[in-house]
C-alpha cells in the first residue's frame, strides 16, 4: 500500500510566527487530506486537497501530485493551533486512508 | 450537516471484558469507516463497509473485534474479550463515495486495565 511520510515530527514555535509542515507519499493520489488533532483526540478536517492549492485564513495547503508532496503552511500562529497534524492519502486502486505519523506542533505564548 | 456521531466519549474496562462501539454516519454517506488510533501513531483502518457490506476488513483483528452496518446506517464495534493493547481511540468516519473527504467523528476513548 501507499507510504505516507511527514516532516517534522515535532515543532515548536512562538506565537505569531509561521509554519511549514510537509508530507510526502509514495504513490499516485486521488484524495490527499490535512487533519488537526486537538488536545481532545478530535480530527478535524483542514483540507481535501488532492492536487492544486487552497486557502481559508490562516491556513493553506498545496499539493504537487506529479512530485508527490503536500505543504501545509499555517501563518502567525496561535496557541489553539497546537496539536497534531496528520495528512493522509488514498490511491488508485487501494481505497483506503492511509495516514501519516503526524507532526506535532506546540506553540508557546 | 450534522457530523458522525459516536458514543460513549469514554469507557474503562478490565481485560477479558467485553465491549461495544456505537457510530452514526453523515446521512447520505454509503461508505462508514472504523479506525483504531494508539497514543502516539496514527489512525490505522480495522473495517470499511460500503452501505451494508464489509469492503476491506483485512487489518480487523477478527479473533476478538466484530462490527455491522445493519441498513446501511448506524454501525457497531465489538471488542470481546479485551487486552491491554487494544487501549486506544476508536474513530469512525464517513464519506460520500470512496476516496472523497472523509469526515471523522469525535472517537471513543478505551482504556482495559
Known amino acids: 500500500g501507499i507510504q505516507v511520510e511527514q516532516s517534522p515530527p515535532d515543532l515548536i514555535l512562538q506565537e505569531g510566527a509561521n509554519s511549514t509542515l510537509r508530507c510526502n507519499f509514495s504513490?499516485?493520489?486521488?484524495?490527499l487530506q490535512w487533519f488537526h488533532q486537538n488536545p481532545w483526540g478530535q480530527l478535524i478536517n483542514l483540507f481535501y486537497?488532492?492536487?492544486g492549492t487552497k486557502q481559508n485564513g490562516r491556513l493553506s495547503a498545496t499539493t504537487v501530485a506529479t512530485e508527490r508532496y503536500s505543504l501545509l503552511y499555517i501563518s502567525s500562529s496561535q496557541t489553539t493551533d497546537s496539536g497534531v497534524y496528520f495528512c493522509a492519502a488514498v490511491n488508485f486502486g487501494n481505497e483506503k486512508l492511509t495516514f501519516g505519523t503526524g507532526t506535532r506542533l506546540t506553540i508557546i505564548p | 450537516e450534522a457530523g458522525v456521531a459516536q458514543s460513549p466519549r469514554y469507557k474503562i474496562i478490565e481485560k477479558r471484558q467485553s465491549v461495544a462501539f456505537w457510530c452514526n454516519p453523515i446521512s447520505g454517506h454509503a461508505t462508514l469507516y472504523w479506525y483504531q488510533q494508539i497514543l502516539g501513531q496514527g489512525p490505522k483502518l480495522l473495517i470499511q463497509f460500503q452501505n451494508n457490506g464489509v469492503v476491506d476488513d483485512s487489518q480487523l483483528p477478527k479473533d476478538r473485534f466484530s462490527a455491522e452496518r445493519l441498513k446501511g446506517v448506524d454501525s457497531t464495534l465489538k471488542i470481546q474479550p479485551a487486552k491491554l493493547e487494544d487501549s486506544a481511540v476508536y474513530l469512525c468516519a464517513s464519506s460520500l463515495r470512496e476516496a472523497y473527504g472523509y469526515t471523522f467523528g469525535s472517537g471513543t476513548r478505551l482504556t482495559v486495565v
Open positions: 504513490d499516485s493520489v486521488n484524495n
Open positions: 486537497i488532492p492536487s
